[in-house]
């Protein structure tokens, strides 16, 4: 089945140490997203590729950086983790802009020790 | 920008009956409006959406309505099961190359066997 695959699910980093989730995907869109979600609260957006053109939303810190080296693969690189940058990391697809149908992966829950 | 605004918080039905979530937006360019499901640890599943040249649409036990002079929409389950049990968010987005979703702040739906 086409899908959307986070690794790891689960992530655990010290306080200032780097740290990359990735996301891949089957459905060969190509937009990529990529949410950060804290308990009971609604997915926030940080940035999004369109194919290679990066969209970094304005309020997004700078601690976070994002890849994709190509249409199936998206890294979201934390640079220096703080507390409050525990949380699930959401990454979704949609197939164009103008289809705004995104499909979500599972997440990846980061711990921030 | 858009604001989604969804209430209640907490919704708790019986097992066979109907449940009801209710959404606002401000923006009237808004033209698309998913709603998502999340099961505990997974991530956001697209279960329905609508677009605004129609005002309702139906997939199974499950139903959307759209009022755009009001600017809300709703989620309408019929015959809930505990399997309907999750977290719901509606969103909302219009067009435009960087179209985003802006997504309410969920509820969570119990459903009592």
């Known amino acids: 089945d086409a899908m959307v695959i986070q690794n790891p699910r689960y992530q655990v980093t010290q306080f200032g140490k780097p740290v990359t989730l990735s996301c891949s995907q089957t459905?060969?869109?190509?937009?990529m997203y990529w949410y950060q979600q804290k308990s009971s609260q609604a997915p926030k957006l940080l940035f999004h590729y369109y194919d290679k053109d990066f969209n970094n939303e304005a309020d997004t810190p700078d601690n976070f950086q994002s890849r994709r080296p190509n249409t199936s693969f998206c890294f979201l690189d934390i640079r220096s983790p703080g507390l409050g940058d525990a949380a699930m990391y959401l990454c979704?697809?949609?197939?164009?802009?103008?289809?705004?149908?995104?499909?979500f992966g599972p997440g990846t829950r980061l711990t921030v020790l | 920008g858009e604001n989604v605004e969804q209430h209640p918080s907490t919704l708790s039905v019986q097992e066979g009956d109907s449940a009801v979530i209710k959404c606002t937006y401000s923006?009237?360019?808004?033209?698309?409006f998913p709603w998502y499901k999340q099961e505990l640890g997974k991530g956001p599943q697209l279960i329905i959406d609508?677009?605004?040249?129609?005002g309702e649409k139906k997939d199974q036990r499950i139903a959307v309505t759209l009022n755009k002079t009001a600017k809300h929409f709703s989620l309408h389950i019929t015959e809930t099961q505990p399997e309907d049990s999750a977290v719901y968010f509606c969103?909302?987005?219009?067009?435009?190359?960087?179209?985003?979703?802006?997504f309410g702040k969920g509820i969570t739906l119990s459903v009592r066997p």
């Open positions: 459905l060969n869109h190509n937009v």
């Open positions: 979704a697809t949609s197939r164009d802009v103008a289809e705004r149908e995104q499909f």
């Open positions: 969103a909302a987005s219009k067009t435009g190359a960087n179209s985003k979703l802006t």
């Open positions: 609508i677009r605004s040249n129609v």
């Open positions: 923006d009237s360019a808004s033209n698309y």
